[in-house]
């Protein structure tokens, strides 16, 4: 769970269904996704604006969770989070018993989820996702970000390489550094992108690429002394941005965005910087390229040792209600065609009302029920976005909006809207298969 | 206030379908300051055999060693003299004092030495009744938690029968801590190792009788400086998992599981008694339900706890994983634990074979207990091995029961069979 400093330092109450703790503004429970009954509207617009918040604001709440001591030492984690930090026992997510001070539950011994190893967020009802170590990992080198501000939100994941020590720190370092260039470019950014759809995808694809730039600064940045280039952390990237009917995703490496309209072909919009992806870009058959013993070896990555962090970029105008899906490979190993995601997807939206977070909590719980080989993480907008009163960028006032899920009606036609736009651009080079990573599993 | 550390040892990692986890738990002791004996919070007994095969030298030493040893009690301290016959009497404060015990003072000292030394040899051996007697003095001074006691004796058990003993040594468990030491080569070592393992003590073989003053001076020394009256283990295990075995197995192997008591369904405790600075060592084995591989739990706390109060937490766990290199590994300090745990039985066993004329089991046994003592570098059980068996093949554990052993070396080879050797690191 995504949250300020304040609300992280005073949970308050425990979610009726699960026993988990829930926060002072929570809607949901971050353990099992059920609502809080009586979650008031004051909360929901809280949450909401915390999408809206200044931009490199998201990115600071962002980044606070897994605090920077954690950063320096992941193994700590469970310590920072026992109760004597926090004031109130946790619960534990195997049995619902108490969480101990020495990181244990009392009655299983399941060891508590760190909140690096587990988080959601939903910075607007349409708009939601989960990070998760999975089954099998040993940390949780995933990362997310996610912004949403009226109609714009911006989803960034990076998927931190296992071979490399500190990749965790690192896949942080590099949402929030990316997420902070694309904010600038929604409502309350400096630089925002506005005009016709193809303005818009040219300043949304410069944002991009510069969010890649900034992302693999961070990684640079977030190196320990000492490191050597063998050790070098690195990590994937991709983010999207949706702004009204516009979707305009830029990636390194093979964590991807997927388009699933309700009506219509279910698309699966990047094309993975890997050996398989080259594989298949050469004509091999998807199950094929993606069986292959190197597979899972990208091409491109974020990271001190990167030779090339030119973000690919596409784009597409939203020609109707559907999800826009941004997940890395934890997700994808398990379902990988975007044919089959959407209807996979379709089910657990219909079980949760539509609520993003938790459909995305489905979907990461479903990929772990699969075995969970690798770190999960899924973030979800729904689009169209609710119409917003007014055009001062905030959110919808009521959860109720979320609830409607599928059902709204589909109010957001814009006028430019005609048939649906892809443009990919291709930074020069770019299948080149110079230099590879080892498999990140 | 003492502070606790706890320290563990174990290879956590299980492979897919493991169940079994084995940990030491080192536990040390620090600051723990010396007994409470201006506050009256420690008792002392000292019980003396005054049976008639005592008469002459044995009996002359003992009498000397409980004089020491009533040196050795510090002021404040609740204490009174027991000999021991067939029956038990109160030497000290007089048979006809009101009191049961007195507070050690100067001139308490002086008249305890002076009762001691009237002591008379007469009568048979019946320890079950200066057990009883001990406990019903130490019941009057509740005001000292904190009781020890020693039990000297030259001979058998014969006024009695064994089950009697037995019956008195559970009734008295719990209620004071007693080292029980043999002189000569006439007495049991099963007996009074019976009565030194259930109440928290030590047994050993005094084969000189002028050496039992400077035992008795230790062991009053040991006692008066042990801070911490009473400590209890405590072992969590997680719902649904079953503690297969604890044991006590630095400074000495003693098996604690069936003294359990709970302290809630997950939480068993097991007694351990009084503690001064020092370091106890605790193998634990828990069977946890098998997870995927992956995953991790934890298998135990292992805590100290005084007073109810938990003072050191070891954790124990459990991760599974489908890597051979780790899983496959056993931690050095379970091995070699495991190893003393079994050259102590193995020693045990040797000489009970032997002493019934069953020579075939007896080599099998001690010889194992050569090839154990060789493996986990007990160098000192290796020598008392040696004056017991002629060792052919240490590695093999290849021995010959030698025709004519001394007593006294079977005896020592016995009573110091529990004691182990640490880790070497």
């Known amino acids: 769970m995504v949250t300020g400093p304040a609300t992280t330092a005073a949970p308050t109450a425990a979610c009726e269904r699960c026993g988990g703790v829930l926060h002072p503004d929570d809607r949901f429970c971050e353990g099992c996704g059920a609502r809080v009954p009586g979650a008031s509207e004051q909360g929901t617009a809280g949450s909401a604006a915390r999408g809206t918040a200044v931009p490199g604001m998201a990115a600071q709440e962002l980044a606070a969770p897994p605090s920077s001591a954690k950063l320096a030492d992941p193994d700590d984690d469970r310590d920072a989070d026992a109760p004597a930090a926090t004031g109130a026992p946790r619960r534990c997510r195997a049995c619902g018993g108490t969480v101990a001070a020495d990181g244990y539950c009392e009655q299983c011994g399941e060891p508590a989820a760190s909140e690096r190893d587990h988080w959601s967020d939903s910075p607007a009802p349409w708009v939601g996702g989960v990070c998760d170590r999975g089954v099998r990992h040993a940390r949780n080198e995933d990362a997310m970000a996610l912004a949403a501000s009226g109609s714009f939100a911006a989803l960034v994941v990076c998927d931190g390489v296992s071979t490399a020590p500190d990749s965790d720190a690192a896949s942080l370092a590099a949402v929030a550094a990316a997420l902070d260039v694309l904010v600038s470019g929604g409502p309350e950014g400096a630089e925002r992108a506005a005009g016709s759809s193809a303005a818009r995808t040219a300043a949304f694809s410069g944002l991009l690429a510069r969010a890649a730039v900034a992302g693999n600064d961070a990684v640079v940045a977030s ?219 | 206030m003492a502070v606790f550390t706890a320290e563990v040892f174990q290879n956590e990692f299980l492979p897919q379908g493991g169940t079994d986890v084995h940990a030491i738990v080192t536990l040390t002791s620090s600051g723990a300051g010396a007994a409470a004996t201006a506050q009256g919070g420690v008792a002392e007994i000292i019980m003396v055999d005054t049976s008639g095969s005592m008469s002459g030298r044995n009996l002359d030493a003992a009498k000397h060693a409980a004089q020491v040893a009533v040196d050795q009690i510090a002021d404040g301290t609740w204490f009174a003299i027991v000999g021991g016959s067939h029956v038990a009497q109160r030497v000290f404060p007089y048979p006809n004092a009101v009191r049961d015990m007195v507070q050690m003072e100067p001139g308490a000292r002086f008249e305890a030495k002076r009762a001691i030394a009237t002591l008379l040899p007469s009568g048979g051996t019946a320890m079950s009744t200066w057990l009883a007697l001990a406990d019903r003095l130490f019941a009057t001074v509740p005001q000292a938690p904190q009781r020890h006691a020693i039990l000297l004796t030259d001979g058998k058990n014969e006024s009695e029968p064994r089950a009697a003993l037995s019956a008195v040594v559970r009734n008295v468990t719990g209620h004071f801590q007693c080292d029980a030491r043999g002189v000569g080569a006439n007495w049991q070592v099963d007996e009074l190792r019976e009565i030194s393992t259930a109440l928290l003590g030590t047994v050993d073989l005094i084969a000189n009788p002028d050496d039992i003053a400077a035992d008795f001076r230790d062991l009053v020394q040991r006692s008066m400086s042990r801070g911490i009256a009473d400590a209890e283990l405590r072992v969590w295990a997680p719902q649904g998992a079953q503690v297969l075995f604890v044991r006590q197995v630095a400074p000495t192997v003693e098996d604690l599981t069936s003294r359990r008591s709970e302290v809630n369904p997950l939480t068993s405790a097991y007694p351990t008694g009084s503690w001064g600075d020092e370091s106890r060592d605790y193998h634990v084995a828990v069977r946890v339900g098998s997870k995927p591989v992956g995953s991790e739990q934890l298998a135990a706390r292992v805590q100290i706890a005084v007073g109810g109060e938990v003072l050191a937490s070891g954790l124990v766990k459990a991760r599974w994983s489908d890597d051979d290199s780790l899983t496959a590994r056993i931690s050095p300090e379970v091995a070699h634990y495991t190893g003393q745990a079994e050259l102590a039985s193995a020693i045990q066993e040797g000489l009970a074979a032997k002493a019934v004329g069953d020579e075939a089991t007896a080599t099998v046994k001690l010889g194992r207990a050569v090839q154990l003592a060789q493996e986990t570098g007990n160098d000192e059980a290796t020598s008392r091995l040696k004056r017991v068996v002629e060792i052919d093949d240490p590695e093999q554990g290849t021995v010959r029961l030698k025709r004519h052993t001394d007593k006294l070396d079977e005896m020592a080879l016995d009573t110091a069979s529990t004691k182990t050797t640490r880790v070497r690191k």
């Not at chain 1, 398990?334 to 089959?340: I, K, M, P, Q, V």
């Open chain 1, 223 to 441: 190196m320990r002394e000492g490191v050597g280039p063998d050790h070098a952390p690195s990590c994937t990237f991709v983010a999207a941005v949706v702004d009204d009917d516009l979707l305009v995703a830029g990636w390194l490496g093979d964590s991807r965005v997927y388009w699933l309209p309700d009506d219509g072909p279910a698309q699966q919009l990047t094309a993975d910087d890997s050996w398989a992806g080259e594989l298949m870009s050469r004509g091999v058959p998807r199950e094929a390229a993606e069986a292959s013993p190197q597979a899972h070896a990208i091409t491109r990555w974020l990271g001190p040792d990167a030779e090339d962090v030119t973000a690919r970029t596409t784009a597409t105008v939203l020609d109707g209600p559907g999800w826009v899906l941004v997940c890395s490979d934890g997700l994808w190993n398990y379902c990988s065609r975007a044919e089959d995601l959407a209807p996979l997807l379709r089910g657990f939206a219909a079980a949760v009302d539509g609520d993003p977070a938790r459909v995305a909590a489905e979907l990461v719980g479903w990929a772990n029920a699969q075995g969970g080989r690798d770190n999960v993480t899924v973030a979800l907008a729904r689009v169209p976005a609710p119409r917003t009163p007014a055009a001062g960028g905030t959110a919808p006032p009521s959860a109720e909006a979320a609830d409607q899920g599928d059902d709204r009606p589909e109010h957001l036609v814009d006028d430019e809207i005609t048939t649906p736009v892809r443009r990919v651009s291709e930074p020069a080079g770019s299948d080149s298969l110079g230099s590879t990573r080892p498999t990140k599993d």
